[in-house]
């Protein structure tokens, strides 16, 4: 725009250069008009010689009606040149004007003589015809300009289209850069395309390539070769260009390995401004493709940035599927603390019962221990088919309320110790997997009591405030927690239950708080919910 604004400028300057237009009077005007003169100025002379003389001779009246009859013609020839000179021009104007609206812009004001009255309006006139045509042009250049532009941009956002496509659809790493080498060969015509990845030995690791030789998986390049053109794109962050195959390792065993038309591109793969690989395109060199990209530097270093950012991406990706599986193996072997292996120390617990009843020979007892283990074996049963199964705490669908005072049933009945249960429950509702927490965690408390605390007294309050506040309390009037207690064991996956407690809690997005002074434990867990969970309180006691 600025070319058409400084031309059009110019072509200003150039009319204002231009003399005033003024009329021309021809040759035969000028005849015309001294004739007319030297007649009026005789009549004048006749006129005023009368008029001295007082004589009047016989010719005099012949003379005078010549003289105007002259006159008279002279000026009719007059006004006759002057409408032909003035229709003529308006006709030339009107052609003129015809043709510029029919678009054609070299279209001028004709000369018909050299004398032409209004030559020097027409000069204007067609002065302000060429700049208008060189501003036209300029114009049309412009437009065409811009229209390749376009074109241009279209293009390239078709490509990034396409290369988004592939990276979007791909499931994992490797699918991802075999979908964008394919789609990448497709659209610049490559002979061969690879991707390097920068490794923890700060070299050049190969992951993934179309068309080149297959012996060149476990190959790796220094980032210390100066000059190698890849390491060269990698430090500089540039596009870097090798005409000169046979230089290349990565053309080994191709069959353009000693092509002439053929060059390498090295583009770099960017993430967050850092250089973490490059991929490189094998192009012929003097191809006639309409729309070829391999000479758009910026055009690659923007898909080369979209690569590695989806390389990264995939790579988190990766790591959160593996996280994921970590977490839920953890959750399994909680799930297993929790449930299984308590079934299994209380039934440790009763055999050991057993075992000193058959020592004392009392029937009666063995036959109702006889009768725990059993309970007990079915319990252990139940639970694994339901881990099996479901993969959940043993909850019937009727809140957390319900299912601690199941909890606090069986517990009564296994250790035939004194448990007292105090609610003031305000939630109806709790989501499933809060449930799953708040249960296990009470389940592991009592577990421990029974196993380490040596009292038969039970304490459980669970409390819940219009806000949506809770809080559970067990306590238990024991010896509470030495400083010399053992701690876990990650190879037998003992004396691991506070710790896991703690998990719990934190999931909870809540607070597991211990405190024991050599009389007893009390421990509470307090979390909070959302109020929209909340119901009317409803409390009780057990």
Known sequence: MST???????????????????????????????????????????????????????????????LWLAAGAGMFLMLYWMWQEFNRLSNDLSDWATSLLNGDLSVRMPFHTDYCPSKGIRQHINVISSDYEGMAEQQRLYVEQQETYLAEKKYHLSVLYDVADCINSSSDLDDLLQRFLQTIQGVTNAKAAAVRLLDKDDSLRLVASIGLGPMLSDVHW???????VCVKSFADNCVSRLTEMPQCSLTESTDFSESEDCEMLAIPLRYQGKSIGVYNLFVPRGGELESSITDEDALLQSIGKHLGMAIEQAGVEENSRLLSVIQERTRMAHELHDSLAQTLASLRYKVRLFDDSLRRGDEEVLWQELEGLEGGIDDAYAELRSLIT?????????????????????????????????????????????????????????????????????????????????????????????????????????????????????????????????????????????????????????
């Open 4 to 66: 058409i604004e400084s031309d059009t400028d110019n072509s200003l300057a150039s009319g204002l250069k231009l003399t005033k237009p003024s009329i021309k009077v021809p040759k035969r005007a000028v005849v015309v008009l001294l004739m007319l003169l030297l007649l009026f100025v005789t009549m004048g002379v006749i006129y005023f010689w009368i008029m001295a003389s007082g004589k009047h001779p016989v010719w005099l009246p012949a003379v005078m009606s010549v």
């Open 222 to 228: 220094s980032l210390e070769n100066e000059q190698c």
């Open 390 to 542: 479901h993969f959940r705490a043993p909850i019937d669908g009727k809140g957390v309320l319900r299912a601690v005072e199941r909890i606090v049933e069986r517990y009564r009945r296994d250790t035939g110790f004194d448990v007292f249960f105090y609610h003031n429950w305000d939630l109806k509702d709790l989501s499933r997997d809060a449930e799953i927490e708040v249960i296990r965690i009470v389940q592991e408390a009592l577990a421990n009591i029974r196993k380490h605390s040596g009292s038969e007294t039970v304490r459980i309050l669970m409390y819940s405030s219009e806000d949506g506040e809770c809080s559970i309390l067990i306590e238990d009037d024991g010896e509470g927690l030495s400083d010399d207690r053992p701690g876990p064991n990650a190879e037998t996956g003992e004396h691991i239950g506070l710790s896991v407690m703690k998990e719990r809690a934190e999931r909870l997005n809540g607070e597991l708080q211990f405190d024991s002074d050599g009389e007893g434990l009390l421990l509470q867990l307090n979390f909070k919910v959302p109020v929209a969970d909340t119901a009317s309180p409803k409390p009780s006691g057990s």
